[in-house]
């Protein structure tokens, strides 16, 4: 099975960053949901909370997280900012992080009071809401017959040519071990270039003939560096 796409996710629940390799370890994509936007309670927020998050395109830099909100503002938060101890809520786990100072521009976008936080290095999970590493297959994409949705609303990680459901898989220098299958929610009707819900699709078509599932969660289990292109084996 061939790699045709990898993504990381910087800021949970913000846009897609395409990238044509990423070392991995056990936290998953190295700058995987290293960030969160969360409420004063430490409540991670998610698209299914601030549909606007999907038009938040982040870029992070060797020194600072830098934001387009919307193309309506920019925002650069220095990485050394990140200095205020916080503890993130991510579906009742909570997450070892540091808070910036509060972001004004994002509030306004937003449309809620949020603190930016950044994980802890010695954090044991990142703010994913599961498991480290989500595959989906184009495979996967095509029994669903939905010509209008694209493969970015299931937000994967990785996205494999061809068809399986595989235990293991490896690569040059990965190997994943299957978890379980991702169950979908209604993030998945909300299109990720306006952040605008869509309608019933594909949420409705995934609980009538597929169990709410599309993807696979995985683990590492060998860390290294998987990249687009590469051969995985299955066993």
Same mark, same amino acid.
Request: include cysteine.
């Given at each position: 099975?061939?790699?045709?796409?990898?993504?990381?996710?910087?800021?949970?629940?913000?846009?897609?960053?395409?990238?044509?390799?990423?070392?991995?370890?056990?936290?998953?994509?190295?700058?995987?949901?290293?960030?969160?936007?969360?409420?004063?309670?430490?409540?991670?927020?998610?698209?299914?909370?601030?549909?606007?998050? +999907?038009?938040?395109? @982040?870029? $992070?830099?060797? #020194?600072?997280?830098?934001?387009?909100?919307? &193309? /309506?503002?920019? =925002?650069?938060?220095?990485?050394?900012?990140?200095?205020?101890?916080?503890?993130?809520?991510?579906?009742?786990?909570?997450?070892?992080?540091?808070?910036?100072?509060?972001?004004?521009?994002?509030?306004?976008?937003?449309?809620?009071?949020?603190?930016?936080?950044?994980?802890?290095?010695?954090?044991?999970?990142?703010? +994913?809401?599961?498991? @480290?590493? $989500?595959?989906? #297959?184009?495979?996967?994409?095509?029994?669903? &017959? /939905?010509?209008? =949705?694209?493969?970015?609303?299931?937000?994967?990680?990785?996205?494999?040519?061809?068809?399986?459901?595989?235990?293991?898989?490896?690569?040059?220098?990965?190997?994943?071990?299957?978890?379980?299958?991702?169950?979908?929610?209604?993030?998945?009707?909300?299109?990720?270039?306006?952040?605008?819900?869509?309608?019933?699709?594909?949420?409705?078509?995934?609980?009538?003939?597929?169990?709410?599932?599309?993807?696979?969660?995985?683990?590492?289990?060998?860390?290294?560096?998987?990249?687009?292109?590469?051969?995985?084996?299955?066993?």
């Amino acid at each position: 099975m061939r790699i045709s796409a990898l993504y990381v996710y910087p800021v949970k629940g913000c846009r897609a960053c395409p990238v044509e390799e990423a070392a991995t370890g056990p936290l998953g994509l190295d700058d995987d949901r290293r960030f969160a936007f969360v409420d004063a309670d430490g409540l991670a927020f998610t698209q299914r909370d601030r549909p606007l998050l +999907a038009t938040v395109v @982040p870029r $992070l830099e060797p #020194t600072a997280l830098r934001m387009d909100l919307g &193309g /309506l503002a920019g =925002v650069l938060v220095p990485l050394s900012s990140f200095t205020q101890p916080m503890s993130v809520d991510v579906w009742g786990k909570r997450v070892p992080g540091h808070a910036a100072p509060l972001i004004p521009e994002a509030d306004d976008y937003l449309g809620a009071s949020v603190r930016l936080v950044m994980l802890d290095g010695a954090a044991q999970r990142s703010f +994913a809401d599961s498991r @480290p590493v $989500l595959i989906t #297959t184009s495979a996967m994409l095509g029994r669903l &017959g /939905l010509p209008a =949705v694209g493969m970015e609303r299931f937000r994967p990680n990785v996205v494999l040519e061809g068809d399986g459901k595989w235990q293991t898989l490896r690569g040059e220098r990965v190997v994943l071990e299957y978890s379980k299958p991702c169950g979908r929610c209604e993030v998945t009707t909300i299109d990720q270039a306006s952040g605008v819900r869509q309608g019933p699709e594909p949420l409705r078509t995934l609980n009538e003939r597929f169990d709410g599932n599309f993807g696979d969660y995985y683990e590492i289990v060998r860390p290294g560096r998987l990249r687009r292109g590469e051969e995985l084996l299955a066993a």
